[in-house]
């Protein structure tokens, strides 16, 4: 397995409330406008798992597989070409504020990992990025 870890991430809010939303994925539907949608499409959303569809790859689900409340979020994502599971960590900084990681856990081929590993690496920091502007006190 071949580990990608995103920046630390500083989210303005305290660590259970972010893992309170995190940890439902019907709340994320609420915040689906500000993902790009050209890189990102025909969401679907329950309290375990989230569909969407991403060009070129086609669609993909992504399952809560454990929840440590209030500390770790782990996802398995299904539908894939390759086995990965995606870990959210959440640290508390203060009352008001909470560190963020993000780790993907991959299977991935020499040559398959010389392809994806700088988009992969990207991506994981834009996701980091986007879990600091979610207004979790207004969902």
């Known amino acids: ?16 409330q972010i893992y309170d939303v995190l940890s439902n994925m019907e709340n994320l539907e609420k915040v689906k406008d500000r993902i790009p949608q050209h890189k990102v499409q025909e969401f679907s959303f329950d309290q375990d798992s989230c569909s969407f569809s991403v060009p070129p790859v086609g669609q993909l689900r992504v399952v809560i597989v454990e929840r440590d409340a209030p500390e770790i979020i782990r996802l398995a994502v299904a539908n894939a070409p390759i086995e990965a599971s995606l870990f ?16 993907v856990e991959a299977n991935l ?3 398959l990992m010389s392809m994806v590993s700088k988009p992969l690496q990207e991506g994981m920091n ?14």
């Open 88 to 103: 959210v960590r959440l640290i508390p900084e203060n009352e008001n504020e909470t560190q963020v990681q993000l780790t």
């Open 126 to 139: 834009k996701i980091a990025d986007f879990l600091t502007v979610i207004p979790y006190n207004e969902l």
């Open 1 to 16: 397995m071949t580990n990608f870890t995103s920046d630390i991430k500083i989210i303005p809010h305290g660590r259970q």
């Open 109 to 111: 081929n020499p040559v």
